[in-house]
């Protein structure tokens, strides 16, 4: 009994040394892939989106600044797709995050660039424990701003009490009243987890959501939960960064619909006193045209002088017509004139 037992260990053994003698000549000769560590697996995908640089068109200065500070330091979200081969780690940078992401930028007229970009932090109901995650936010998100060359403006505490979320019109009305390229909102509110779960304490739950409104294009990100006090810079990164890959995909998008419509309209404005007279004689194009469903672009900038163009697939007679109607209406006192002319 004791033989067969003896022998039956020196049988496993004997198949143990076999198999270790195996894999080494397999990992030796390139034949079985050497697993790689967490460590080694995130430098190669950090180096993936480093090396996409040279393949990105027009990546310099503003876009050459962004690319190195936000986009490799969050490498992992630039990266559509990773697998495991035989040859070694393959991963498939998401060049589309990239070019959206890059893409939200202050405008490069230089008088436009002066217009302010509003930020606003909203703590809804009675989230007192929010105040602290707010005072973290708030700086943030106006050095991403800024880093981007805006100027960033606060809204005073009486007009963040009555800011709607998500009424597009509303958001409208206020961006041009204040003459502001746009609003960021960090959206801070709690819910009681008693009203979530039935299961675990009954302290309360925290979220946060911002939403953009630029360029009258309108992005709402998803709620995510957060526990109350400062926000790790990664989990603030993360926020603003699919925030502005969303603008920034809506950005292209318009830009990619604008090429393919034939039916344009050009509008000269010129001779106004000020930057300010021009936002506002825009902002209401903005407005009157807005049920048509066109869309608006800067095209040419000079002194005293922008050109826009407007892009619709029907109702030109109508646009034009409409369009007459609110040059008549802006110039009738003062110097500025406005002429609707067809491509």
């Given at each position: 009994?004791?033989?067969?037992?003896?022998?039956?260990?020196?049988?496993?053994?004997?198949?143990?040394?076999?198999?270790?003698?195996?894999?080494?000549?397999?990992?030796?000769?390139?034949?079985?892939p050497v697993v790689p560590s967490n460590e080694l697996i995130e430098n190669q995908l950090k180096l993936a989106v480093l090396d996409s640089q040279k393949k990105i068109p027009d990546l310099k200065d503003l876009r050459k600044i962004l690319f190195d500070d936000?986009?490799?330091?969050?490498?992992?979200?630039?990266?559509r797709n990773d697998q495991r081969t035989v040859e070694g780690l393959k991963a498939e940078v998401d060049f589309d995050a990239i070019h959206h992401f890059l893409s939200f930028q202050a405008p490069l007229f230089k008088e436009k660039a002066l217009s302010p970009f509003l930020l606003a932090i909203k703590l809804n109901g009675n989230c007192l424990r929010c105040q602290e995650s707010a005072d973290s936010m708030g700086p943030f998100i106006q050095g991403k701003l800024?880093?981007?060359?805006?100027?960033?403006?606060?809204?005073?505490?009486?007009?963040?009490?009555?800011?709607?979320?998500?009424?597009?019109?509303?958001?409208?009305?206020?961006?041009?009243?204040?003459?502001?390229?746009?609003?960021?909102?960090?959206?801070?509110f709690s819910s009681a987890q008693d009203e979530l779960d039935t299961v675990g304490s009954f302290e309360d739950r925290y979220f946060i959501q911002l939403s953009v409104f630029f360029s009258n294009l309108f992005v709402q990100g998803q709620k995510k939960n957060f526990l109350a006090g400062k926000f790790p810079n990664e989990i603030q990164s993360s926020l603003f960064t699919d925030l502005i890959i969303d603008l920034g995909a809506k950005m292209v998008s318009r830009s990619s619909q604008l090429q393919g419509i034939k039916e344009e309209l050009k509008v000269e404005i010129s001779q106004f006193k000020d930057f300010m007279e021009y936002s506002h004689a825009k902002n209401q194009i903005l407005s009157q045209l807005n049920e048509f469903g066109v869309a608006i672009e800067e095209r040419e900038f000079s002194k005293g002088q922008v050109v826009l163009g407007i892009a619709l697939k029907d109702n030109k007679e109508a646009v034009k017509t409409r369009l007459e109607a609110i040059s008549f209406e802006l110039t009738s006192n003062s110097r500025m004139k406005i002429e609707v002319r067809s491509f």
């Open positions: 009994m004791m033989q067969k037992i003896i022998l039956k260990y020196k049988i496993l053994f004997l198949l143990t040394l076999c198999l270790t003698h195996l894999g080494t000549y397999l990992i030796a000769y390139g034949q079985y936000e986009v490799v330091p969050q490498y992992r979200r630039f990266i800024e880093k981007r060359g805006f100027i960033s403006q606060w809204l005073k505490p009486v007009e963040v009490k009555s800011l709607p979320l998500d009424s597009e019109e509303e958001l409208t009305s206020l961006i041009q009243k204040k003459n502001a390229q746009g609003i960021l909102i960090v959206n801070l």
